[in-house]
T-cell receptor, first 114, second 110 residues
Framework: DAGVTQSPTHLIKTRGQQVTLRCSPK?????VSWYQQALGQGPQFIFQ???????QRGNFPDRFSGHQFPNYSSELNVNALLLGDSALYLC?????????????FGPGTRLTVT | GQSLEQPSEVTAVEGAIVQINCTYQ??????LSWYQQHDGGAPTFLSY????GLEETGRFSSFLSRSDSYGYLLLQELQMKDSASYFC???????????FGDGTTLTVKP
């Protein structure tokens, strides 16, 4: 049973560029949430997708956008990158109709903005 | 806004019991979860409390008091592999948004 996978593992971008991160949820899960984790801090909720719609959103600017595909996989897009966007980006999947508080996290994408 | 407070660091010896506290201030509180994260790894779900009281899962137990906006994670028979960061996370009424604390780094010494 495949767990949550994310790609790429590491990424280096320049200020002002755009980036796309990808996530495949755990088999059987239909909900994907994205988090940003800065060094020494807890994960910060960006948004959650269910049935290809953004279900909830945290306090992140519109530069952060996402998408969910019919196969439940998801993308996180960040435009006009800032140095402060450097962080570990985590994807978590869950089952909305079940115990959706139990989230399964992927290994994350380490984004460095220079 | 929503915020959770937990101690930044805790140290204990192998075989001991340690308690990691978490106080929260959130709107539309639904439940409290706990996650473990080893250095460079993904957070792993440990437990969840929606109702007051104690939930036990093996060596780990979690407690919630909704009236006190307080919970804790209890780790028994500590092992070296328990050295990690532990996060409490509050879920809102829609159970869609999760707010995490900044984590407690647990160091288990021989």
């Amino acid at each position: 049973d495949a767990g949550v996978t994310q790609s790429p593992t590491h990424l280096i971008k320049t200020r002002g560029q755009q980036v796309t991160l990808r996530c495949s949820p755990k088999s059987g899960h239909d909900t994907v949430s994205w988090y940003q984790q800065a060094l020494g801090q807890g994960p910060q909720f960006i948004f959650q997708y269910y049935e290809e719609e953004e279900r909830q959103r945290g306090n992140f600017p519109d530069r952060f956008s996402g998408h969910q595909f019919p196969n439940y996989s998801s993308e996180l897009n960040v435009n006009a990158l800032l140095l402060g966007d450097s962080a570990l980006y985590l994807c978590a999947s869950s089952l909305l109709s079940g115990t959706d508080y139990e989230q399964y996290f992927g290994p994350g994408t380490r984004l460095t903005v220079t | 806004g929503q915020s959770l407070e937990q101690p930044s660091e805790v140290t204990a010896v192998e075989g001991a019991i340690v308690q990691i506290n978490c106080t929260y201030q959130t709107s539309g509180f639904y439940g409290l979860s706990w996650y473990q994260q080893h250095d460079g790894g993904a957070p792993t779900f440990l437990s969840y409390n929606a109702l007051d009281g104690l939930e036990e899962t093996g060596r780990f137990s979690s407690f919630l008091s909704r009236s006190d906006s307080y919970g804790y994670l209890l780790l028994q028979e500590l092992q070296m592999k328990d050295s990690a960061s532990y996060f409490c996370a509050a879920h809102n009424t829609n159970a869609g948004k999760s707010t995490f604390g900044d984590g407690t780094t647990l160091t288990v010494k021989p």
